[in-house]
């Protein structure tokens, strides 16, 4: 017992750390090239936080949070991700009084009570950028282009890209209605888990892992066809976008990610030879959550 750490987390010996330090000069070196500044956030935080940022009745934050009393009572979570810590220290040190846009990235380790199994473990570790106050899909396409740029800078190769769009709150509450209609008739057959999710968020039964053999599912209505004008044409402009640079993706209607902050766009690049774990990248647009977050 002593002798072993926590399950789901693991040493990194010296033989290894020369392979990790090089993937962080690779990393600094490239978001100075894009020009985000490196940020280090607390690894808790107040426990609210996620709960308001990722979204009650998500799995990271109903089943995969280390949530813990400290001794003054209060509930502090370790980090789950690191994109509402950063949106909060935005909105704390006032880094919008500049004005324009603001680019930050961050590398640390993250934590999720999740089930350890290859490339999935209870502290990993994460790189991540964030843009704010710019809502250009030129912008989109440059954080997807940057995820990509560091995937091939480490000499991954045959690398896949997923888009998908998954509207905004004027287009998605149609989109859901649409999905409940659909999967009324199917709920008896969906796991207690999309039971639930029928009338939280409908939109996560797409996700759903244990579901996702169902020979309904291919069936289900796509996002893309409720999107607004607006919404509509964002996607394309980020789509013409990558198609300029030179980055060719797929478009998959099923995308939408685990959290509920994201607007609009919705990526993950995946390196296929990793197997049934081959997702190595991902993320997506996130309009409402500086006000969420109340700022
Ligand atoms: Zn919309
Ligand atoms: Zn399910």
């Given at each position: 017992?002593?002798?072993?750490a926590?399950?789901?987390?693991?040493?990194?010996?010296?033989?290894?750390?020369?392979?990790?330090?090089?993937?962080?000069?690779?990393?600094?070196?490239?978001?100075?090239?894009?020009?985000?500044?490196?940020?280090r956030?607390?690894?808790?935080?107040?426990?609210?936080?996620?709960?308001?940022?990722?979204?009650?009745?998500?799995?990271?934050?109903?089943?995969?949070?280390?949530?813990?009393?400290?001794?003054?009572?209060?509930?502090?979570?370790?980090?789950?991700?690191?994109?509402?810590?950063?949106?909060?220290?935005?909105?704390?040190?006032?880094?919008?009084?500049?004005?324009?846009?603001?680019?930050?990235?961050?590398?640390?380790?993250?934590?999720?009570?999740?089930?350890?199994?290859?490339?999935?473990?209870?502290?990993?570790?994460?790189?991540?950028?964030?843009?704010?106050?710019?809502?250009?899909p030129?912008?989109?396409?440059?954080?997807?282009?940057?995820?990509?740029?560091?995937?091939?800078?480490?000499?991954?190769?045959?690398?896949?890209?997923?888009?998908?769009?998954?509207?905004?709150?004027?287009?998605?509450?149609?989109?859901?209605?649409?999905?409940?209609?659909?999967?009324?008739?199917?709920?008896?057959?969906?796991?207690?888990?999309?039971?639930?999710?029928?009338?939280?968020?409908?939109?996560?039964?797409?996700?759903c892992?244990?579901?996702?053999?169902?020979?309904?599912?291919?069936?289900?209505?796509?996002?893309?066809?409720?999107?607004?004008p607006?919404?509509?044409?964002?996607?394309?402009?980020?789509?013409?976008?990558?198609t300029?640079?030179?980055?060719?993706?797929?478009?998959?209607?099923?995308?939408?990610?685990?959290?509920?902050?994201?607007?609009?766009?919705?990526?993950?690049?995946?390196?296929?030879?990793?197997?049934?774990?081959?997702?190595?990248?991902?993320?997506?647009?996130?309009?409402?959550?500086?006000?969420?977050?109340?700022?």
């Open positions: 017992m002593l002798t072993n926590p399950r789901g987390t693991k040493d990194i010996l010296p033989d290894a750390v020369g392979a990790w330090t090089h993937v962080e000069h690779v990393i600094r070196d490239l978001c100075a090239r894009y020009g985000y500044g490196e940020i956030t607390p690894m808790f935080e107040h426990t609210e936080l996620f709960q308001r940022g990722i979204g009650d009745g998500t799995d990271v934050v109903d089943k995969e949070m280390y949530t813990f009393s400290d001794r003054g009572d209060r509930s502090l979570t370790l980090r789950p991700e690191n994109t509402a810590s950063a949106v909060r220290a935005y909105l704390q040190n006032k880094l919008y009084a500049d004005g324009g846009l603001q680019k930050l990235f961050y590398i640390g380790s993250m934590f999720r009570y999740d089930r350890p199994q290859a490339g999935r473990m209870r502290e990993f570790h994460q790189f991540g950028v964030e843009a704010l106050g710019e809502e250009s030129a912008l989109d396409a440059e954080v997807i282009l940057l995820a990509y740029d560091f995937l091939t800078a480490l000499g991954l190769t045959g690398l896949t890209l997923k888009l998908n769009s998954v509207g905004c709150p004027a287009c998605r509450p149609v989109y859901r209605e649409r999905l409940q209609a659909y999967f009324k008739e199917y709920l008896p057959t969906l796991c207690d888990d999309c039971k639930d999710r029928y009338t939280r968020s409908p939109l996560r039964i797409l996700d892992k244990r579901d996702a053999e169902q020979p309904f599912m291919a069936g289900a209505p796509a996002i893309t066809d409720c999107l607004c607006a919404c509509t044409e964002h996607f394309e402009q980020v789509q013409q976008h990558l300029a640079a030179g980055v060719s993706y797929e478009l998959d209607p099923r995308l939408v990610r685990g959290l509920d902050y994201y607007t609009r766009t919705a990526f993950e690049i995946a390196y296929p030879p990793l197997g049934a774990q081959s997702a190595v990248a991902g993320g997506g647009r996130y309009d409402g959550l500086v006000e969420e977050l109340g700022g």
